[in-house]
């Protein structure tokens, strides 16, 4: 039997991968929690999506025989991007409907910041805050996709199931059981 990428299982792992960020996400943009706790739940995060995107590919490999580094790869990508496009829509959501003073707080401080440089001349505040919406999502969903290439790189690796005699193996594309 050929192994065949199922979408229908990455979208549903996917959303599962993105309910862990967003909730956490959404803890701490709601509540005002000290920087130590907003540490350890970057970490938390962190660590149990690693550990859901490992899970899940393993699960994905369960029923095969035989797994190349490739469609294990290919899986956890699919998962991760259907888990990205999720939590890109989330904070989208969060600065313009859930908290929208929150997105002026940041253009505050961004400001702010760039004064003290010496350079908010240079930047007009009406025009950044119309596209600040657009650079954040297109920042969000580059940022998930990236971190989701390098965790499904490395857990590849773990996951894949291959045949002890290496004479005899199949063609990553052509597997047969």
């Known amino acids: 039997m050929n192994y065949k990428l199922n979408w229908s299982e990455a979208a549903k792992y996917g959303l599962i991968l993105a309910s862990v960020s967003v909730i956490i996400n959404l803890v701490s943009s709601i509540f005002q929690l000290p920087a130590l706790l907003n540490i350890l739940l970057s970490l938390i995060k962190l ?31 699919a998962v991760c991007t259907f888990s990205a496009i999720v939590c890109t829509l989330f904070m989208l959501l969060t600065y313009t409907a859930i908290l929208p003073d929150s997105l002026t707080a ?49 857990m590849a690796s773990f996951v894949r199931k291959g045949y002890s005699d290496p004479f005899n193996r199949p063609a990553d594309n052509n597997t047969e059981e």
Request: aromatic share 16%; charged share 10%.
């Open 47 to 77: 660590g149990g999506s690693v550990y859901i995107v490992y899970y899940v590919m393993r699960r994905n490999a369960e029923p095969w025989d035989y797994i190349s580094y490739g469609q294990s790869f290919n899986f956890g990508m």
């Open 106 to 154: 940041l253009l505050d401080t961004m400001f702010a910041t760039y004064e003290s440089m010496g350079i908010a001349a240079a930047m007009d505040y009406d025009t950044l805050a119309r596209s600040m919406p657009v650079i954040l999502t297109l920042s969000q969903f580059i940022g998930c996709v990236i971190c989701g290439v390098i965790v499904c790189l490395i």
